[in-house]
Every structure is written in structure tokens, then in C-alpha cells.
């Protein structure tokens, strides 16, 4: 269900998945990759990242927006609940904030949908304009609001290259440079993400991860019998020090095991 | 009679949770470590702000 629910609703959902029975990580992922649940936008772990209180699995805690939760329960019993209230959630994103002062509308609005550099402009013109104090401290925090969540992608794109998945953190990366379009202080943060991924000296590390990404898809798309250990025993060895390798020997050691 | 109707709220009680007022209750927050599966470069609960979040508990059947 929650995986047809992040397939549905793409980027205006994050589903993250939260194994509750205490099986060790090798157990889930060589689970996850038998069933073909993996390679999607859906994140997974088995640490608790907010409290549940309801008895069974599956169950679910729904954030809104904001990170608040908002709904809880059975993810059966209450799966049509929980399809509307995210799909209100979407709309709230496409309509805009209702409850922002009419002179940080515009700010609101853009940082809703998720438009960092403008709303960050928006705001600091208002700061510089307005008489108003109420309306200028609600500004500042917009403007903080809207620095912290660019500085919280910036980050999230160097942890995406540390990690050695360059071809995600370039997607991200080009939507965070459209993100912070109009300040000059957020469209700084590229830059040195840009820098990165472009060195000459990940050429190696960048050709391997092509090259495990195409037995990676055809793995989580056909399921752990379409690719056989060997195939990535030989991509670990043929670029042997990167990443990648280290992943596609981890992958052949838990379809192997399988 | 009563103690049916008590069982049955019980129950609705138990499978429907609305939490508290959106506008009351507080942004959760909470910091992944290294042994998480795919994060996809996500570290906080945070990082995900501006979308909504759906945490699925599941387990193996």
C-alpha cells in the first residue's frame, strides 16, 4: 500500500519505511530484494523516528507539511483515511499558505512549494520595507525558515557524494540550484556542491556507480534471480577501491546467501 | 450492553489515532544514524520538511 501510495504521489510524498521486528539489516534487504520493494523514491530503516502507539503492523504515523503528526493507526484499517489526508496534505502544498499575514503571502507560498531563494528575498524585502514589527519579526523567521531548509538540501547533497551516489546527488543538486534561484546568499551553495561532483578525481568512482546502477535496476525491477553474484563480483573486481565496488560486493554476498 | 459499546469504542479508539491538532502538536524531530538501510542522504526528520511524511511500521508476516 505505502509503496503505490509514494509511486501515486512521487516527490509530493516521502514514505519511509521502518522495519519494527528487529531483524538484522542483511535480513531486510536480502527480504526487500526478493519482493522487489527497493529502487523506488521510498526510504528504509529500522530505527523509530517518531513514536507509535498502535498495537499491529503494518501501522503508520502521517507528518503533515510542517513534520507535525497529524494521523495514526492501522495502515489497513485506516488506508483510505490515510490516502486523503495526504492527498489534502498535496493540496495544501498546491494552495498556498492560508493562515500567512497578506504581506508575506507571496514569501509563504513560495517557500510552501518549496522556492527557497525567493521566498528568502521576498521576506528580507519586506524585513527592510515594513513599519510593522510583528510583520517583520514573521518575516525574519520565513527567511530563517527558508535558509535552514536550503542549508538542510545543501547538506543532504554533499552526504549524497560522500556516500558515492553521485547520479542522485546531481538530480538533486540541479533542483536545488532552481530551488534558491533569487538569493545570492542560497545560490552560493551550488557552487561548491557543483565542484565536487564535477572533480576529475571521482572519474573512476562515477564510471563504476554507472555501472552498478544498470545491474541495480534490472535487480530491483526483476528481483534478486536477474542478477547472478557473478556479474557483480566482476563489477567489484573491474573497479576495485570505489564505492561502488563496495556496494556490488555487498549485493553478491547477500544474493549469494539468498 | 455497556460493556459491548465500551469494547467497541475501545477497539475504534485503538485503529483510529487522529493526533493531536495539527496547529498544537510539535514538529517531530529525530536524527537517523549510520545503520539505517536508504536514507538517501537524509540525517534528520527534518530534512524532510515541505512534504508530507509517511512512516510505515512493518514487519515480516
Not at chain 1, 118 to 123: H, K, L, W
Not at chain 1, 219 to 247: C, I, M, N, S, W
Request: proline share 3%; with cysteine; aromatic share 4%.
Amino acid at each position: 500500500m505505502a509503496i503505490k501510495l509514494q509511486e501515486e504521489f512521487g516527490d509530493a510524498l516521502q514514505v519511509i519505511f521502518v522495519e519494527s521486528q528487529g531483524h538484522g539489516a542483511e535480513e531486510i534487504e536480502r527480504y526487500g530484494l526478493e519482493r522487489k520493494w527497493f529502487g523506488g523514491k521510498a526510504l528504509w530503516t529500522s530505527e523509530r523516528p517518531v513514536r507509535n502507539t498502535s498495537s499491529g503492523l503494518p501501522s503508520f504515523v502521517l507528518l503533515d507539511v510542517d513534520g507535525r503528526p497529524i494521523l495514526e493507526g492501522s495502515s489497513i484499517r485506516l488506508a483510505s483515511q490515510m490516502e486523503e489526508a495526504i492527498a489534502a496534505e498535496v493540496q495544501k502544498i498546491r494552495r498556498g499558505p492560508e493562515d500567512a499575514p497578506k504581506d508575506l503571502k507571496d514569501a509563504a507560498r513560495d517557500l510552501l512549494r518549496g522556492g527557497f531563494g525567493s521566498a528568502a528575498t521576498e521576506a528580507e524585502k519586506l524585513i527592510q520595507k515594513t513599519e510593522d514589527a510583528e510583520l517583520a519579526a514573521a518575516a525574519r523567521a520565513l527567511a530563517a525558515d527558508a535558509s535552514g531548509r536550503a542549508s538542510a538540501s545543501a547538506a543532504r547533497i554533499g552526504r549524497l557524494i560522500d556516500e558515492g551516489s553521485y547520479l542522485r546527488a546531481e538530480d538533486l543538486l540541479d533542483e536545488f540550484e532552481k530551488a534558491v534561484d533569487g538569493s545570492d546568499a542560497l545560490e552560493a551553495l551550488v557552487e561548491p556542491l557543483r565542484d565536487r561532483l564535477e572533480d576529475d578525481a571521482l572519474e573512476e568512482e562515477r564510471k563504476a556507480e554507472k555501472a552498478l546502477r544498470k545491474l541495480e535496476s534490472v535487480l530491483f525491477a526483476k528481483g534478486d534471480d536477474a542478477v547472478p553474484p557473478r556479474a557483480l563480483t566482476k563489477l567489484a573486481e573491474k573497479h576495485a577501491g570505489t564505492k561502488a565496488a563496495a556496494r556490488a560486493s555487498h549485493l553478491a554476498g547477500l544474493l549469494a546467501d539468498g | 450492553m455497556r460493556i459491548h459499546l465500551t469494547s467497541a469504542i475501545g477497539l475504534l479508539a485503538s485503529v483510529v489515532a487522529p493526533c493531536q491538532d495539527g496547529a498544537a502538536a510539535k514538529p517531530a524531530e529525530f536524527q537517523f544514524q549510520s545503520r539505517s538501510l536508504h536514507l538517501d542522504g537524509v540525517s534528520r526528520l527534518s530534512d524532510l520538511r515541505g512534504r508530507p511524511v509517511l512512516i510505515e511500521f512493518w514487519g515480516r508476516r
